[in-house]
């Protein structure tokens, strides 16, 4: 029973995450000139155009990107198919 509610809570926090991201990335993409100027006012300089528009892409990317793979029910295969053990790394047998 426990078990089951605490699935139900992950999956909420999951989705909320997703949410977030991906509405985070899309907003900062919309409108790139803006989030270029907060960062800017966070410290980046600003001689380096370049720089700056490549990170005002590259951020909002990640963003939509980690959302979507969240949403997708993507895991990272380090994570699941390789379990650190008392002996070193060993493949698990069961697949997820």
Known sequence: MIS?????????????????????GAAKLADTRSFAVTLMGLGV????QLFLRGFAIIVPLTELALGLAIISGQ?????TDVRLQSGGYHRSAQKT
Not at 75 to 79: D, E, I
């Open 4 to 24: 089951g509610v605490l699935q139900v809570i992950m999956l909420f926090m999951r989705a909320s995450l997703a949410v977030v991201l991906v509405a985070a």
């Open 45 to 48: 300089p600003v001689r380096r």
């Open 75 to 79: 895991r990272c295969c380090v994570c």
